[in-house]
């Protein structure tokens, strides 16, 4: 515990192969411990970013908890909750692998902090208010492991809506357009960062749109779609309510990404137009 009463649980240091050795085998006792068994399917990490979130929180953990393949990690980054999220947090240690809890810039800023600390093969996002369906872990490793894909995307559950399919295509519309949600439904190989570096903090509400697009746009990135639904997308997050912000932000991405620029200004133009009515029964 350090000064300030941050717990660091992703410090890496230098040590000796022999400490190494020691850290992979104390590694895997806490696998067994933890009713799992090591295999030689892709691993999978679960992440997700808090912030006062103790309400909404117990569902997602519920709905891991139901997870028919129980062997992943699941990394909670807190960014100094006051509501309890904490509590929920600790209370669920059966489930829980990883927590760090400490101010932060927002969400990507927690997502990159814990991309630093996954050892695993990929990692999917959830948000503290997502839903993930019993199946998705198992679901995921099934196509990650027959595709050797570093992308996976699955169909979504938005509101009333269920969201499918990988659509490149419709790169020119916004990056949002070209898959079906980053949280819950998209797998990521965890080395992609290693090549395409962090979520970029110019984008605080659509960070991940942006990466995803870059990873889309690659020709050897490898991506392929999963026919089965991961989960349930909360579509009250900050794209949506900051909806002025979004659209800003999905119009400079469109014009750093290479897209007709007139085109993206007329879109820019139309979503400003959409948007209008309900900011200002807002206010």
């Avoid at 240091?13 to 030689?40: I, Q, W, Y």
């Avoid at 998705?136 to 099934?142: C, D, M, S």
């Avoid at 027959?146 to 938005?158: C, F, L, M, S, Y």
């Amino acid at each position: 515990m350090s000064a300030n009463g941050t717990v660091a649980v992703f410090a890496k240091p230098v040590v000796s192969e022999t400490a190494k050795d020691r850290a992979c085998l104390k590694h895997a006792a806490n696998f067994e411990k933890a009713g799992r068994s090591n295999t030689m399917k892709p691993s999978i990490a679960v992440v997700t970013a808090t912030l006062n979130a103790a309400k909404v929180l117990p569902t997602l953990i519920s709905s891991l908890r139901s997870q028919t393949d129980r062997q992943f990690d699941y990394l909670v980054i807190d960014g100094g909750s006051r509501d309890g999220t904490q509590d929920v947090i600790a209370a669920a240690r059966d489930i829980v692998t990883y927590t760090f809890s400490q101010l932060d810039h927002g969400v990507y800023d927690a997502l990159n902090r814990a991309i630093r600390g996954i050892e695993a093969d990929y990692y999917l996002v959830a948000g503290a208010d997502d839903q993930l369906a019993p199946d998705a872990i198992a679901n995921f490793k099934a196509v990650a492991e027959e595709t050797g894909a570093d992308v996976v995307i699955a169909n979504v559950k938005a509101g009333n809506r269920v969201l499918s399919g990988y659509r490149p295509k419709r790169r020119w519309h916004s990056p949002a357009s070209m898959c079906t949600s980053h949280s819950v439904g998209t797998l990521l190989r965890t080395k992609l960062h290693d090549r395409f570096g962090p979520y970029s903090w110019r984008y605080p509400l659509i960070a991940d749109s942006y990466y995803l697009k870059h990873l889309f746009l690659d020709p050897d990135v490898k991506v392929t779609t999963g026919d089965f639904v991961a989960g349930e997308f909360a579509t009250n997050g900050m794209s949506n309510i900051n909806r002025i912000r979004a659209i800003c932000e999905t119009w400079w991405v469109q014009r750093e990404t290479d897209e007709n620029p007139l085109v993206q200004f007329l879109l820019f133009q139309l979503r400003l137009l959409k948007a209008l009515p309900t900011v200002i029964s807002r206010r």
